[in-house]
């Protein structure tokens, strides 16, 4: 599978953002989903992840912030981002998997994109 990220940019402190992932191929629905973070100078770091059945998982620094959601209609994953901080600052990346869950090692990536939060 080939995942396209896009939506990123540039936000103040307190606004929204919503990323877009979307997947090439036929067995989208087959897949977990993810959406991971790196932020300048630190380590990538998970923010969410969706089940082939919508179950969901987020990182608790996001909790209440983002919401991850898919349409397998679309092959498409979206990161709902509200209530932005300087510190969600990063590249953020999609992810696909087809282990179990919880997902193990995501093993498709895409290219990133941007989010940048300005204080």
């Known amino acids: 599978v080939q995942l396209q990220a896009s939506g990123g940019g540039l936000v103040q402190a307190g606004g929204s953002l919503r990323l877009s992932c979307a997947a090439s191929g036929r067995t989208f629905s087959t897949y977990n989903m993810g959406w991971f973070r790196q932020a300048p100078g630190k380590e990538r770091e998970f923010v969410a992840a969706?089940?082939?059945?919508?179950?969901?998982r987020h990182a608790e620094s996001v909790k209440g912030r983002f919401a991850i959601s898919r349409d397998n209609a679309k092959n498409t994953v979206y990161l709902q981002m509200n209530r932005l901080k300087p510190e969600d600052t990063a590249v953020y990346y999609c992810a696909a998997d087809r282990t179990g869950w919880p997902p193990g090692p995501f093993d498709y990536w895409g290219q990133g994109t941007l989010v940048t939060v300005s204080s």
């Open positions: 969706i089940s082939r059945n919508s179950g969901q």
